[in-house]
Nanobody, 114 residues
Framework: QVQLVESGGGLVQAGGSLRLSCAAS????????MGWYRQAPGKQREWVAT??????GNYADSVKGRFTISRTNANTVHLQMNSLKPEDTAVYYC?????????WGQGTQVTVSS
């Protein structure tokens, strides 16, 4: 079993920054990718960024140049969000896939006011 716990969400004004963190426990392997998704009210969950173990991040076009994904180790991933926009408002979820099984955190709310 795998557990993911996000932290770091909150309320920020447009142009501000937030840093999200995700701590994983359980059957985590060093080679697995970790990523972030988000879901705004009334919209489908969308992919934000992914980072492989020991590699560089990949980003959705909507956040490229503003967000940075990083890993402290195999179990911890961060999302540094700069130049936030009101359209970034969403619940942000940490994700990993192990043996074709998707695992999700409980989500953390990010609200960007204009």
């Amino acid at each position: 079993q795998v557990q993911l716990v996000e932290s770091g969400g909150g309320l920020v004004q447009a142009g501000g920054s937030l840093r999200l963190s995700c701590a994983a426990s359980g059957r985590i392997f060093s080679g697995n990718n970790m990523g972030w998704y988000r879901q705004a009210p009334g919209k489908q969950r969308e992919w934000v960024a992914t980072i492989p173990s020991g590699g560089s991040g990949n980003y959705a076009d909507s956040v490229k140049g503003r967000f940075t994904i990083s890993r402290t180790n195999a179990n911890t991933v961060h999302l540094q969000m700069n130049s936030l926009k009101p359209e970034d408002t969403a619940v942000y979820y940490c994700n990993t896939v192990i043996f074709s099984q998707n695992y999700w955190g409980q989500g953390t709310q990010v609200t960007v006011s204009s």
